[in-house]
């Protein structure tokens, strides 16, 4: 785990306490010198999964870096008495990684989402980011990872986002990430939105940290995960009792 950044623990998960700014200056610099980093964007969902997973749990503690996606996460650590700066949501991430490669001819591999998804992604990343090459891109409906990780370690692309849920997505990074001495990142569903296939809310509803009840309005379906979000503030508000 990368030392620069302040700790504040979350339920047992260590986040990083900072700017996306400063988060984006130290990962830059770490790409640039090929170190291999493994970044988690985790919400309240990873959090709670993690809880009752100790597997799972062990993999985010390995992370480098895990940082505030959500804003229930700034909501706990406010509750604990341990205010954290801002959130560092993964898809800003994402964007903002994409273009600072593009800036920099860096090389990027891209795993997740449908066939149509992952098809019309390489053609904004094409558009959008033309000094950026894309070393590899496969959809997420492999059996077998072993084949992409192979391709990967043959390419050693500067940056490897995985888009394919939690926890898989890091299970299969904790599993193969000494294959490349890049940067591996999950970033869930964010090739759905990159590639327009998923609106992102809009500025008001991001603005007011009302990001989740857009996607709740917009998939109804939404309704038995986000569940999660009431239970995660209860075992917050417990854990915080204890301290006192």
Same mark, same amino acid.
């Given at each position: 785990m990368s030392n620069e950044f302040l700790r504040i623990n979350v339920l047992n998960v260590p986040f990083i306490n900072t700017t996306q700014a400063a988060f984006l200056t130290a990962v830059e610099s770490? #790409?640039?010198?090929? @170190?291999?980093t493994f970044i988690v964007t985790a919400n309240p969902e990873i959090v709670m999964y993690a809880r009752d997973d100790p597997s799972y749990q062990r993999i985010l503690k390995n992370a480098d870096y895990i940082t505030p996606d959500g804003i229930g996460i700034l909501k706990g650590a406010a509750i604990l008495g341990t205010p954290m700066t801002e959130r560092i949501?993964?898809?800003?991430?994402?964007?903002?990684?994409l273009e600072w490669g593009n800036q920099q001819r860096k090389t990027v591999y891209l795993v997740g989402a449908k066939p149509e998804v992952i098809k019309d992604v390489k053609k904004v990343v094409a558009n959008r980011y033309p000094g950026l090459k894309v070393a590899g891109?496969?959809?997420?409906?492999?059996?077998?990872?072993?084949?992409?990780?192979?391709? #990967?370690?043959?390419? @050693?692309?500067?940056?490897?986002?995985?888009?394919?849920?939690?926890p898989k997505q890091e299970q299969l990074i904790a599993a193969h990430r000494h294959q490349n001495d890049g940067l591996w990142m999950g970033v869930g569903g964010s090739f759905d939105v990159l590639s327009g296939h998923t609106k992102r809310a809009p500025k008001f509803f991001q603005n007011h940290h009302l990001e989740w009840f857009y996607r709740l309005l917009s998939e109804p379906t939404r309704l038995k995960r986000m569940m999660v979000l009431p239970r995660y503030l209860k075992t917050v508000k417990r854990a915080a009792h204890k301290q006192k």
């Open positions: 770490r #790409i640039n010198h090929r @170190q291999n949501t993964g898809y800003d991430t994402m964007l903002a990684l891109a496969h959809d997420g409906y492999f059996t077998d990872f072993s084949p992409i990780a192979q391709d #990967i370690a043959a390419k @050693q692309p500067d940056m490897v986002f995985l888009a394919v849920g939690f």
